[in-house]
């Protein structure tokens, strides 16, 4: 959570901090600020509560002159947002401004021990120890000082800071808290995600725990072991990703621009990993992966929201088509559970932006007990695909939503390639079995565009229905997980009440809920429990709830049974949740611009959670 931006080279700062947290909004939006060095080595700190816009327009009326500075975009862990818990943070005697995303967990011990000191503090945040402490360890030389000061620092983080007496670098380090380097001609940046660097460069390094990276104009960046303080050589990576990528493109937010590529994901997703023979490769998958694959006793899917029901779906798919025990957890569950692992399992850990927290804490943890990790990952060089032994790639692009969307159809046909390769690889499918599967896959697109074609009807139920404040969504099998993520993206945007559930459990206890007054959302594509969803719908409307169901194109049945209705084509069962959640996807959205809220930037929400 948090973005953070640094520019060092010939432009105005000012412009290309301000472009760079527009990007990086969607990581925080509390408050932001911004800070600069002029020719005087004088900082410039302007920071604001609220959205960048606020920032923006203070900053209209002041001129800047500058070519070097840090900026960013907060999402609050300690003191509530407001314009002096805002980022940058200024040291005691203003010689050090820093910028932070992560969490100091001995922040308190440092505070009483820098007041003793006689250090003097304005805000409630745990950066300003860090700033304070920087500066109390500084003789002159930044890079060094923030060495000796992250010896003391407990917890985890990414610091952006610069030095007045130092006015032409910025150094930063990192602690599992993401941070990369785009190198330009003759400027460089620095920043917490790629999106930031997109409008300028698409050369990165990526920076690893306990690297300090120094940046300055016209100088490659140098980066530093931070334990040795020796220099480290690092390769210069290339972004797959365009800035076109990352812009609206005409439509009125994120999430809606992202629903509509979803066709486009599905072409994507199918070009990288099936050959022209119809054959499913995964280029990430070394020999060892391989081999690890073909003996694993047990496989383990973990993840967090969204990738969570991706990995109960990639669960179901593996079981079935593979035929290997396997479990999906959520990451903070799994890594402090203590799994039962050994050399013997895999464990798979689902991402799009292969920051989570808890998921690269889970990973760490799997990794620590010897089984074998595979990251299924949106963001390419994320620490998530960088930390785990092999990487499957999602080809989603950039998704800049709060709400995922994109990015679960992605994980969804991904787990879905997989649990047949994998079938294929224990001899559970033939080559011709696969190439049906695969065939049938390549209907998913058309599939999707005949859902979106229907848009304006799902736009009406929406209007119809956005006042209700409390929903039940059910279903079965490859369909329970769908009602959990339509719940799960009506919540996160309408902030109306909405509960997934397996439908079989329906009578243990969430019936009580169903009167005239409440709409429950039912999964009903054709499938094997298609009967057992009936049985379920009879008794909602015994009880006179409002029944919006999600079912096959032309069925009768249920038209009987439900006040409104979303069709989805005609599928195979493993691809019918790729395309029941189109619907809810759009219910969500239109729910939420009816109730006026800001569908991209959901209340208290980030797009990645970097912090436990
Ligand atoms: O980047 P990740 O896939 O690891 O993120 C996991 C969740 O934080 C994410 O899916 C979250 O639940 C979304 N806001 C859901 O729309």
Redo the contacts with the bound molecule.
Sequence with gaps: MCGIVGYVGSREAVPVLMNGLKHLEYRGYDSAGIACLNGNRNFFIRKEKGKLSVLQNVLKSIPITSHIGIGHTRWATHGEPSQINAHPHLSHHGDIVVVHNGIIENYSELRQELKRHGYRFHSDTDTEVAAHLIEACYKGDLAQAIQKAVKRIRGFFAFVVMARKEPDRIVAVKRSNPLLVGVGKSENFIASDVSALLPYTDRVIYIDDDELVQIKAGEPPSIFDLKTGRVKKKPVSKIPWNIEQANKGGYPHFMLKEIFEQPEVISRTLKACVNLKKEINFEGLNGRAKTRLKKTRKIFFV?????YHAGLCGRRMVEEYARIPTDAQVSSEFRYGDPVLSSEDVVIFI???GE?AD?LAALREAKRKKAFTISIVNVVGSSIARESDAVIYTYAGPEIG???TKAYVAQLLTLALFSFYLGRLRQQLSGLEVKQLVLEAWHIRAGIDAILDGTKSIKAVAKKLYRKNSFLYLGRGYNFPTALEGA?KLK?ITYAHAHGYAAGEMKHGPIALIDSSQPVVCLVPESKTYDKMLSNMEEIKARKGIIISIATKGDRLVRKMSQYVFPVPKCREIYSSILTVIPLQLFAYYAAVFNGRDVDQPRN?AK??TVE
Excluded: F
């Excluded at 993840?303 to 990738?307: D, K, V």
């Design positions: 993840s967090c929201g969204t990738a991402s799009q932006s989570t998921t709060v709400a995922s799960l996160e929400l990645s959670v």
